[in-house]
């Protein structure tokens, strides 16, 4: 029994330790107005439309998007580019169709119900490209990252010099919000880098939100239809509630009460 004991305050002693070892690591992400949260939020279509244009221009080189596509780019919910421009931005990309009646493969323009143009061939290409490296889909990232928008809104902006007694090897950089500040993903970010059609300033800041908003809807592009369909159900929970009640009330008055 005395051992029991010893066993168990050690084992507590080391589950307390790593709580606190947890609770000290733990960073303050970066908190911003993100207009899709709570029960009626809403996309932002301008901001989706500029965080397309920062995923094509500055994410696209290295990731890719291979659940989405480019007619996904004018369905409601979304960004709702028109018909016209979502074919525009499609046939702006080759891809690889076929075979055709020679038996030979070939290059066309994009169409709306193509895929999103991969920036590798392969997996091996990719890392070959980036130093051992492999870029993940950016599909579904906000989903496959704890803290979610916060996270990947907050390491956008998280670059810093390293701190004094920090080493890190070549290729590999400083950021305060990667999970142990070490990421091979150089800084893809700087005022102005892109210049948004609608005349927005692209601070570093406004181009981190808009394609952090662009990579939540593709994680979740039926969040707005989801919400409507809550908020119907409530209405609907809250009308049938009241039914019943008055039903009752009406149904108990018949009975009288004996003193």
Known sequence: MKNFFRLSFLIALLLGFQFNSNAAEKVEYLKTDWSFKGPFGKFDRASLQRGYQVYQEVCSSCHSMKYLSYRNLVEEGGPEFSVEQAKAIAASFEVKDGPNADGEMFMRPGRLSDKFVMPYENEKAAQAANGGAYPPDMTVLVKARGGGVDYIYSLLQGY???????????????????????????????????????????????????????????????????????????????????????????????????V
């Open 160 to 258: 810093e010099d390293p701190p004094a007694g920090v080493t890190l090897d070549d290729g590999v950089y400083y950021n305060k919000y990667m999970y142990g500040n070490k990421i091979k993903m150089s800084n893809q970010l700087s005022d102005g880098l892109v210049e948004y059609s609608d005349g927005t300033n692209a601070s570093v800041e406004q181009m981190a939100k808009d394609v952090t908003t662009f990579l939540m809807w593709t994680a979740e592009p039926h969040l707005e239809t989801r919400h409507k369909m809550g908020f119907k159900a409530i209405v609907y929970l809250i009308i049938l509630t009241v039914l019943v009640y008055f039903s009752m009330k009406r149904i108990w008055s018949r009975i009288e009460t004996k």
